[in-house]
């Protein structure tokens, strides 16, 4: 007797799967809905490679004739999607994510029940885009879906140091003052009661609000910086207005949240915070100057986004890129960031070897600083 095999059980043929490189910004749009359902079915996905992220940093940041949306399918359902553009690196022609440059990671997005052939096709896709030396990802954190693109790679792979990330697996502020020694727990619960004190409210922000609220908290963060140097690009309207419209569509879609803290109805901060499958992570904020003379201000944001994490059953908090002495306080745990070349043609290397060399002596530079700072 032959046993039936249900259909859904049967694994998809060579002619069950279909790979696309799209390169106008309508085709980015179409794809909205599409894009949306397969995030959802990419658990390893931050909120960085959610649709209306990428969708508002295009219209901001990106140039006509650039975009390779590579879209791969299986029986007409979108399974993988590498949005990429074409750029140059180190004075080479390479694939790039998109929105990299206001990311603190980069990833493709794959459905892991279809993984094996998805990948694939992924990876015969990215070959068969000619022009470039390599496919060059920064920012890819441990367990993300580029290194299963990378694993299949038939030619060389690059994978170097980048950033240093911080995260708070913990489920609350008690967690917290739980890793910490006695006495400086007892000097947070003092600050935290000092918090208290003060009579702030905290709002979360509806959608229909985001947008304006956005260029509040940048105003904000732009005066908290005031006299001190600041990333020059938090200060341009463009990165304004793709945040604003980032943030109003990631909201609507319980992706991010914007809190408001006032005191006695005046503005005093402001926290962007993006709402990933498994982390919340703290984006962008910003405070009147005068209030960290009042409070801890970064204690102050912590509680509440631990309170986001777990009223939304996420693992904790990322603290996101970069090792700040106002993060190491918490004890938090690190997680190194890669970036990861996949080379295409013999200038490859030449491209690998000048990024490892350049990441050396910008390592060089941030030790130097800190002996001397």
């Known amino acids: 007797m032959t046993a039936v095999v249900p259909a859904a059980r049967l694994a998809p043929s060579a002619v069950d799967w279909t790979a696309e490189v799209h390169r106008d ?137 980048s950033s240093m990330c911080l995260e708070l697996p913990v489920d609350g502020i008690d967690d917290i003052l739980d890793r910490l020694p006695r006495r400086s727990a007892g000097k947070m619960r003092a600050k935290l009661r000092k918090i208290d004190a003060q009579g702030l409210t905290v709002e979360s922000v509806p959608p229909d609000g985001v947008a304006d609220a956005v260029h509040a908290l940048l105003d904000l963060h732009v005066r908290q910086w005031q006299g001190r140097p600041i990333n020059p690009e938090h200060t341009r309207e463009r990165f304004g207005r793709h945040l604003a419209e980032a943030a109003s569509g990631m909201v609507r879609d319980g992706r991010a949240a914007v809190l408001q803290y006032r005191s006695r109805g005046r503005l005093v901060a402001s926290d962007l915070v993006l709402i990933g499958h498994r982390h919340v992570g703290a984006y962008l904020y910003g405070a009147v100057p005068d209030l960290r003379s009042r409070v801890d201000v970064s204690l102050m944001l912590l509680r509440e986004d631990l309170g986001i994490a777990r009223e939304r059953h996420r693992q904790g908090v990322s603290l996101l890129r970069g090792v700040e002495p106002y993060k190491l306080k918490w004890r938090p745990d690190f997680v190194q960031n890669q970036r990861i070349i996949l080379g295409r043609s013999a200038s490859a290397a030449a491209f690998a070897g000048l990024a490892r060399t350049r990441a050396r002596l910008s390592e060089r530079r941030r030790a130097g600083h800190g002996r001397h700072g």
């Open 25 to 161: 910004e309508q085709s980015l749009i179409g794809a909205a809905d599409e894009l949306r359902d397969l995030y959802d079915r990419s658990p390893a996905a931050t909120p960085f490679q959610t649709y209306e992220w990428l969708k508002a940093w295009w219209g901001w940041y990106g140039t006509r004739g650039r975009l390779r949306l590579v879209l791969v399918r299986c029986r007409g359902r979108l399974v993988a999607a590498a949005p990429l553009m074409a750029g140059v690196r180190h004075g080479f022609p390479v694939l790039v994510p998109l929105a990299a440059e206001q990311s603190d990671f980069t990833d493709f997005l794959l459905d892991p029940v279809y993984a094996d052939g998805a990948v694939r096709h992924l990876v015969r896709a990215l070959l068969d885009e000619r022009g470039t030396c390599a496919v060059d990802l920064r920012e890819v954190r441990p367990g993300s879906a580029a290194h299963l693109v990378a694993a299949r790679w038939p030619h060389r792979a690059w994978r170097l140091p």
